[in-house]
């Protein structure tokens, strides 16, 4: 089946990277979200992200026009119906997946691949929630999406070779680089990252170092181009408590229990780069 018109649900960090580049490549795109101030914020960062493509030479001006332009913002799920693909890019809570993807299932045609860039919640489970589990995959992009070039092909237990290289095939298209990985909490990316995320702020948190200087070892030390500070503080600092919350409840290990400085600032708002305070202030 030849894909076209490609669905986003969720208009945040990763949605808004998710539809930019599909953008760039020609694809027509519905952008979904709950409320229009999204929306609205999504076009404004993609627009900016474009600009930065322009100022370096890599796309034209009409390029960015044309690609703005192939993006249809909407609060009306029903606008997805007529879809070729839907990739679900919404909370990393399973109760808002769960919602989403039972009226992706309903809404879409039964024919589509429904993927979802979750970071670590289990496509089988996603999958078994719909009639078409041998159509659901993870396809998680990394951000920021217009730059990584990584893109985690995840294989549910009942996604079929026909899903798998469909969506694998779409990646290279986006001039991606697709690696396949099977379906287990946080998958490899995660299942590695974000244990080292939380283990620098334990080291925060026990008063070893301040968050510069943690930064500095990973940067001096490893050749990390960003510390795990700054990095968790652009993932999100909500999203890294989702998914260790994901990993510690899938592998059942104490090792992954959330750092408890991570939920003391979750709860406090400090959400990192997008709330303006995680580790460092913005
Ligand atoms: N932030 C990262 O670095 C990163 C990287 C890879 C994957 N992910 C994954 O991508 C997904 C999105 O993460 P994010 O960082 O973009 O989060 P975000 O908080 O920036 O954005 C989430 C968006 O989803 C919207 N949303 C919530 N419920 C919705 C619903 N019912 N229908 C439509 N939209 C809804 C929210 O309004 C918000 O705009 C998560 O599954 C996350 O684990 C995140």
């Known amino acids: 089946m030849d894909i076209h018109r490609v669905g986003v649900v969720g208009a945040g960090t990763m ?5 930019h580049v599909f953008a760039r490549s020609g ?24 600009d930065r493509e322009v100022a370096k030479a890599r796309i034209t001006a009409d390029d960015k ?7 249809q913002p909407v609060t009306d799920r029903g606008a997805l119906s007529d879809c070729d693909l839907v990739i679900e890019a919404a909370t990393e809570k399973f109760e808002i997946k ?9 809404l879409t045609r039964p024919e589509i691949i429904l993927a979802s860039n979750t970071s670590s919640i289990s496509i089988t489970r996603l999958a078994a929630l719909t009639k078409r589990p041998e159509r659901v995959i993870g396809m998680h992009f990394f ?4 730059v990584m070039k990584l893109v985690e092909v995840i294989r549910g237990l009942a996604t079929s070779q026909e899903t798998f290289a469909m969506v694998r095939d779409l990646a290279v298209k986006l001039d991606k680089s697709p690696v396949e990985v099977n379906d287990a909490p946080g998958f490899v990316s995660n299942r590695v990252l974000m244990p080292l995320l939380n283990e620098a702020m334990y080291a925060v948190m026990e008063g070893v170092a301040t968050p510069e200087a943690v930064d500095e070892v990973f940067k001096l030390g490893m050749a990390h181009p960003m510390g795990p500070l700054t990095l968790a503080d652009f993932i999100g600092l909500d999203v890294c408590l989702d998914i260790m919350q994901v990993l510690q409840s899938g592998l059942g290990d104490a ?9 003391k600032m979750v709860d406090a708002g400090w959400l990192g780069r997008k709330s303006g305070r995680g580790f460092y202030r913005y």
């Open 65 to 71: 026009a044309k690609a703005l332009a192939r993006i």
């Open 27 to 50: 694809y027509s795109i519905v952008l979904c979200d709950v409320e229009q101030r999204f929306l609205d914020r999504a076009l404004e960062t993609i627009g900016k992200n474009l």
């Open 98 to 106: 769960t919602e989403i993807v039972r009226d992706l299932d309903r």
């Open 255 to 263: 090792k992954y229990r959330p750092c408890p400085l991570l939920i």
């Open 143 to 146: 951000n920021p999406v217009p």
């Open 15 to 19: 949605g808004n990277g998710i539809a």
